[in-house]
């Protein structure tokens, strides 16, 4: 990816940079009248002061330095920029002398946008990005979300993600929570004994529904009383009978019920427990809204408790707002 998006500051900025200069102004003003008398006496000495009046002369100074400052306080904030490069952002400046400061953004994992009630009504804020632990700030962005959505559609914000393999047996010592969801099985059916679409439809909702929350960890193969099951009934039901095709057969369901471009932010794990097999859905917090897709229909879920949670059309945009307010123009 070589794509450059580029973003001025708000020009907020330039009004306080004018209101600067009318300081300066003031201030260069007032320091003229302590000088006295010995000003006007250095202006008579001064060649061209018969072909132009003190008052004059001193009106054209304080003008011309007035225009001078303006000029400079205008170029300074037009070549001021933040530009999003591959893999950094850079913060470049100045009129005479370019200065450039530069952002990595390895180890990415958020963006945030922070505005008060002036800079919503101004639409300016400042750009938070959190990078391994760490955190810099990009302020008084002019309509910062936009920049954010721009980014969000060139980069994955967990790109350089180090995943770390889950630890089974602590999981199993917890009881299902926010983050953390049990099932016997993806698709395979104990009471009917065959393949039932809406055992998957339910595994599939769960993954949704972390992805949308704060993320989490399905753990399949594991009964309500956390004994291990394993993939057995579940490996019967498809082609390759093996982990390989149980995880090939969850990227197909995933694709079709929640879609391709976020199955990067989910990784499968594979344990062996007992002699069977057990796998560890692990899903990440999502940086953007998710639809499931399942009967010709969308729905959003969300984790409130163990549960997941469907939203009302009228309850999305509220939950979004909050859960991803870098989105909200």
């Not at 200065?99 to 505005?115: A, M, Y």
């Not at 982990?243 to 969850?250: A, M, P």
């Amino acid at each position: 990816m070589n794509k450059e998006i580029a973003t001025k500051r708000s020009p907020i900025v330039l009004i306080w940079k004018f209101a600067a200069v009318e300081a300066v102004g003031f201030l260069l003003y007032f320091a003229a009248t302590l000088l006295g008398n010995a000003k006007y006496e250095f202006y008579t000495q001064l060649s061209f002061s018969n072909f132009l009046s003190y008052q004059a002369a001193k009106m054209l100074f304080l003008a011309g330095a007035q225009f001078v400052l303006t000029v400079y306080a205008f170029l300074s904030w037009y070549y001021e920029s933040y530009v999003f490069h591959s893999g950094f952002i850079t913060h470049e400046r100045g009129v005479f002398l370019k200065k450039e400061n530069k952002f990595p953004l390895n180890g990415l994992s958020s963006l945030s946008v922070l505005s008060n009630p002036i800079g919503k009504f101004l639409h300016y804020g400042t750009i938070k990005i959190e990078t391994g632990g760490s955190a810099f700030y990009l302020k008084t962005v002019s309509r910062p979300e936009k920049f954010v959505e721009k980014i969000n559609n060139e980069i994955s914000p967990y790109e350089n993600f180090s995943w770390e393999k889950p630890d089974i047996l602590r999981l199993l010592k917890e009881e299902e929570n926010e983050r953390l969801e049990f099932k016997s099985s993806l698709r395979f059916d104990y009471k009917i004994g065959q393949v039932n679409r809406e055992i998957e439809k339910a595994a599939m909702k769960t993954v949704a529904a972390f992805l949308n929350s704060k993320g989490g960890y399905l753990v399949i193969g594991i009964s309500d009383d956390r004994k291990p099951l394993g993939l057995g009934n579940d490996y019967r039901t498809i082609q390759r009978k093996d982990s390989d095709g149980f995880e090939n057969h969850f990227t197909q369901t995933f694709n079709g019920m929640i879609g391709p471009e976020f199955r990067n932010f989910v990784k499968l794990w594979f344990h062996d427990l007992e002699g069977v097999d057990i796998c560890v859905v692990h899903a990440l917090p999502s940086p953007r809204p998710i639809y499931f897709k399942a009967d010709n229909s969308e729905h959003f879920y969300m984790r409130t408790g163990n549960i997941s949670t469907p939203l009302k059309l009228s309850e999305i945009e509220s939950y979004s707002r909050s859960r991803w307010p870098e989105r909200v123009a």
